[in-house]
């Protein structure tokens, strides 16, 4: 048996799988944003801690012989968090997340102080990304900046907390502008732009390889046996490409969550950071991936049914597949409610409803922030394109891919085929349970065989007809952004 542990935004989600590859339980337990300044996003690591003891307790209870026979864990996590550790491994301030956009001002620091930054990283150097965060905690709270000894990622926290190691993994220690992402090695000349070394940074091994075992007391507390073998793991969307098989160039998919990710494998390195394009390391040895990412996605729907006091459920029911009709009625969305990184780069971008009227409906509104995010994919894959990746099929993952009429119009928004997976909803915690069952095996395994994609459970082919009636609405979306920025 293999678990896999993804540390999300909103949710701690555990996966155990088999040895046939069969997703025999699954556990969650929520977590909660801070906000407690205007573009700030914090959470405490304690928090995520709790949450994963309170889900293992879950799945222990719904499966315990399964559960007792775990003999690897895979991490999965969201990406580019600062957790910042002092001499004695004490947590020194709230995480700052990848959503949080207060560093802004230091993202154009860290640009002049590192020239090479675009070549070695790949990237432009954004707000949520790791290392303009540390450019801020250094020049606001100094006191704080002068007690790091060790920067760790959320997940590569929590693994801490399992096996007492420091360690992290390319895909994730990708998005931190300190990887020299080419070699898969922390870069010296990046980390001294920021006033670190080597020295404050987890040693590297890759997601599939072991990187410590589950600490004897925790095994114990657990009810598991000795040497439980805890891998490398990967960075949330890496993790949801291993999840349904996206292993081979030009294997691609959209993850519909809490934000809105396009991610195509590549052979190589590939970066195009000109078009806010990320080119980061993938969960396997010699493979890359490019992704474009909207920061609001699933959560403009979540945003939206609390604005109006109705479910996610009773919100879509009223949307009617034969009303053609909404997409001339309905106004512009524009999903920007935590600013934006592909392809735009701007932390202050805001949220619009744009032409709305006495006659607007609340599905008029409902069917706009679907839209508004279909066409925020959109244009992260022009810029995708624009990067010299072309795609024919994606398949669908997270929250939002368990709405039809979402899935559909998204493909005929991106006039690209889009298909669900068996077990999709599963995400990064099954791409994480995959990567321990990879540890386990050792250097010789099959990859193909414990990565296969999910059998194939709907397929949402593009419609010309409507892809051509959505090209003008998507002229004005992006003719609206344009005119608001700056504003």
């Not at 998204?410 to 077990?423: F, K, P, R, S, Y």
């Amino acid at each position: 048996m293999y678990l896999g542990i993804d540390l999300g935004t909103s949710e701690v989600k555990l996966l155990l799988l088999d040895g046939t590859g069969r997703i025999v339980g699954t556990a969650g337990s929520p977590l909660t944003l801070s906000t407690p300044e205007p573009l700030w996003s914090e959470q405490q690591p304690a928090d995520w801690w709790a949450a994963t003891q309170a889900a293992v307790a879950q799945l222990r209870a719904a499966h315990p012989a399964e559960f007792a026979a775990v003999r690897g864990i895979g991490l999965s996590g969201q990406m580019h968090g600062a957790v910042l550790l002092d001499g004695a491994d004490t947590v020194l301030r709230p995480a700052i997340l990848w959503n949080d956009g207060r560093c802004h001002a230091e993202c154009a620091e860290l640009e002049a102080a590192a020239p090479a930054l675009h070549a070695i990283a790949g990237n432009l150097a954004m707000p949520g990304f790791t290392a303009p965060k540390l450019l801020w905690v250094k020049k606001h709270e100094p006191a704080v900046f002068a007690q790091v000894k060790s920067v760790l990622l959320p997940k590569d926290w929590l693994r801490l907390q399992l096996t007492g190691e420091k360690v992290s993994d390319p895909s994730d220690a990708a998005g931190t502008l300190w990887l020299d992402v080419a070699r898969r090695d922390w870069s010296d000349e990046l980390l001294a732009a920021t006033g670190l070394t080597r020295a404050h940074m987890p040693r590297l091994v890759e997601a599939s390889e072991p990187s410590g075992t589950l600490k004897p007391e925790l095994a114990e507390a657990w009810g598991l046996g000795a040497n439980v073998v805890v891998a490398g793991g990967a960075g949330d969307n890496a993790a949801s490409a291993i999840g349904i098989g996206a292993t081979q160039p030009g294997d691609g998919f959209i993850s519909l969550g809490t934000s809105g990710v396009l991610f195509v494998v590549n052979d190589r390195y590939r970066p195009n950071p000109a078009s806010a394009v990320h080119a980061f390391c993938h969960a396997l040895p010699a493979r890359w991936h490019q992704m474009s990412v909207m920061l609001s996605a699933a959560s403009c729907l979540r945003w939206f049914c609390q604005l109006v006091g109705q479910t996610e459920s009773t919100l879509l029911a009223e949307l009617a597949p034969a009303d053609e009709a909404i997409s001339d009625r309905a106004p512009i969305f524009l999903p920007y409610l935590a600013g934006e990184r592909t392809p735009h780069n701007d932390p202050f971008a805001p949220g619009v409803f744009h032409g709305l009227k006495s006659q607007t409906g609340r599905a008029d509104c409902t069917y706009a922030v679907l839209e508004g995010v279909a066409f925020g994919l959109a244009d992260g894959l022009s810029a995708l394109r624009a990067a010299g990746t072309e795609v024919r099929q994606l398949s669908l993952v997270g929250g939002g891919s368990r709405s039809p009429y979402w899935a559909q119009l998204i493909a005929d928004t991106l006039n690209v085929e889009i298909v669900l997976h068996t077990g999709s909803e599963a995400g990064g915690a099954l791409g994480a349970a995959r990567l321990g069952w990879l540890a386990c095996l050792g250097p010789d395994a099959a990859v193909e065989t414990v990565c296969a994609r999910p059998p194939i459970a709907a397929r949402f082919t593009p419609d010309s007809q409507r892809h051509a009636r959505l090209a003008p609405r998507l002229a004005r979306f992006r003719d609206l952004y344009r005119r608001l920025r700056g504003a």
